[in-house]
């Protein structure tokens, strides 16, 4: 039970990594350090945006309108972290 326990928290752990690559990655290109029109680039923006969309979307949909800000990202980190918080404190539980 321990080793599931240490498995999802390891996929916690990618998961967390992919929103903040993503994050970094936005605001790289936002700020032209990164340029789209590079093939390599664009492969991996296109493949965080196909990964990371379905959840955004959904929590987009929750959110009301802030304009241009997107909290989405903020909203999916946070809910990462409390996910590792819920499992690490039941761990001693299911053991």
Do not use: C, K
Request: net charge positive; aromatic share 8%; charged share 10%.
């Amino acid at each position: 039970m321990v080793s599931l326990l240490q498995i999802l928290l390891l996929i916690l752990s990618v998961v967390q990594f992919i929103i903040l690559a993503h994050v970094i990655m936005s605001w790289l290109i936002n700020f032209g350090v990164l340029n789209l029109r590079q093939p390599v680039v664009y492969q991996i923006w296109e493949g965080l945006n196909r990964l990371l969309e379905p959840v955004y979307g959904r929590i987009r949909r929750i959110l009301p309108s802030m304009g241009g800000l997107d909290l989405a990202p903020l909203i999916a980190l946070l809910a990462v972290y409390a996910l590792r918080i819920v499992i690490t404190n039941n761990a001693g539980y299911l053991i």
